[in-house]
Structure formats: structure tokens, C-alpha cells
T-cell receptor, first 115, second 115 residues
Framework: AQTVTQSQPEMSVQEAETVTLSCTYD???????LFWYKQPPSRQMILVIR??????QNATENRFSVNFQKAAKSFSLKISDSQLGDAAMYFC????????????FGTGTRLKVLA | NAGVTQTPKFQVLKTGQSMTLQCAQD?????MYWYRQDPGMGLRLIYY???????DKGEVPNGYNVSRLNKREFSLRLESAAPSQTSVYFC??????????????FGDGTRLSIL
């Protein structure tokens, strides 16, 4: 069975600095998707970035980028130039490419941004 | 552009009462999902519906039932609420075609308290 592990329950970063959130996963599949979702205090689940396992290139969305290491089963999120609005819970999720698109979520990392 | 709409947003129940959480999506998505979110445990899948007319158990289905009323609507029912079901409930939907990397879209959640 697939599992997703976020080993950092909480992280802090100074405004304008860079922070990296860790995520590891376990799967026997060779093709899958990985996602990072942001959950601010408003409770909405907002897609931040996604990565397809068959793509070598790391995904980037503005200040957000990932470091995808398929062999190591690692999928970390880097936030550059951190802003106060980045403060939120961040969830890593794994999704299959075949059958139903069920996600497996990690337990989340709470990011605090210090002014 | 409503996306995924959940009702109600908040609800307090007494132990033993029944309740149906409603979810509707206007994106013509095939698949719909119900999750619960508890502190320190991320999101856990309760039930999902891969397509209209089908439903399947997820990770934590005990104490819940679901109905995929049509392509748009997917309801979650608590027949006899228990304090252990106090949680935030999220509905989500996705396109879920073969090799389609469209992510799941989430509603704003329902905070349910069982006294």
C-alpha cells in the first residue's frame, strides 16, 4: 500500500527567505502523480504544484518549486521569497495514474512566516 | 464559477442523531470523494465515487454511507452520529480520465461537532 510521510509537523521561515518542506512516499508503482496542497486558516484546499512521475523536470510555479527525486521517493517543496500569505498547512499527496484517482495524503506541515 | 459546494458549513449534533452532508460540483467531473480531516492525521478518504452509479469504500468508511445522486451530487450520511465522528469533512471532485493529471478540487469543508 502507498504511504506518504511528512516528517516536519511545523516549520518557520523569515519573510523573504526560502524554506523547504519535506515529503517522502512509498509505492511500487512506476507512474503516478504527486501534489502539494496549501490549506490556509480559511480551510480551503488550494493546489500549489503538481508533478508527474514520468517527467524528469522538476515542476515550478512562480515562487514554488519542487525537488523530485524518484529513486529516493522524495518530493520536497521549496518556497522562495516567503510571504506572510504563505503561512498555512501544506499537504503532500500521492495519486495513482490508473483506476480511480484516489489520493494518499501526508499528515501536513504547518508553515509559519515571521515578519 | 462555484466549483465544489458543500452544505452546511457548520453543524452540531447530539450523539445518535443522523445527518446528511451535501456536496455538488459544477465542473462535469466524473469522480467525487469524501474525506475527513483530523488534527495530526491529514485527510483520510471515507468513500469515493469513480463515476455516476458507483461508490466504493475508502480508508475509514465505518459509520458512514454515501449516495451518488447524479453526476453532480455526492452526499455523505451519518446514520447514528458518534463523538469520534467530530471532524472537518471535505468533498472533492476530479476529472479522472486515463492519464489525465487534473487534480482534485475541494469544497470549503464542513465542521461537524458531535456532543
Amino acid at each position: 500500500a502507498q504511504t506518504v510521510t511528512q516528517s516536519q509537523p511545523e516549520m518557520s521561515v523569515q519573510e523573504a527567505e526560502t524554506v523547504t518542506l519535506s515529503c517522502t512516499y512509498d509505492t511500487s508503482e512506476s507512474d503516478y502523480y504527486l501534489f502539494w496542497y496549501k490549506q490556509p486558516p480559511s480551510r480551503q484546499m488550494i493546489l500549489v504544484i503538481r508533478q508527474e512521475a514520468y517527467k524528469q523536470q522538476n515542476a515550478t510555479e512562480n515562487r514554488f518549486s519542487v525537488n523530485f527525486q524518484k529513486a529516493a521517493k522524495s518530493f520536497s517543496l521549496k518556497i522562495s521569497d516567503s510571504q506572510l500569505g504563505d503561512a498555512a498547512m501544506y499537504f503532500c499527496a500521492y495519486g495513482k495514474t490508473s483506476g480511480t484517482y484516489k489520493y494518499i495524503f501526508g499528515t501536513g506541515t504547518r508553515l509559519k512566516v515571521l515578519a | 464559477n462555484a466549483g465544489v459546494t458543500q452544505t452546511p458549513k457548520f453543524q452540531v449534533l447530539k450523539t445518535g442523531q443522523s445527518m446528511t452532508l451535501q456536496c455538488a460540483q459544477d465542473m462535469n467531473h466524473n469522480s467525487m470523494y469524501w474525506y475527513r480531516q483530523d488534527p495530526g492525521m491529514g485527510l483520510r478518504l471515507i468513500y469515493y465515487s469513480a463515476s455516476e452509479g458507483t461508490t466504493d469504500k475508502g480508508e475509514v468508511p465505518n459509520g458512514y454511507n454515501v449516495s451518488r445522486l447524479n453526476k453532480r451530487e455526492f452526499s455523505l450520511r451519518l446514520e447514528s452520529a458518534a463523538p469520534s465522528q467530530t471532524s472537518v469533512y471535505f468533498c472533492a471532485s476530479s476529472e479522472a480520465r486515463f492519464r489525465n493529471n487534473q487534480p482534485q478540487h475541494f469544497g470549503d469543508g464542513t465542521r461537524l461537532s458531535i456532543l
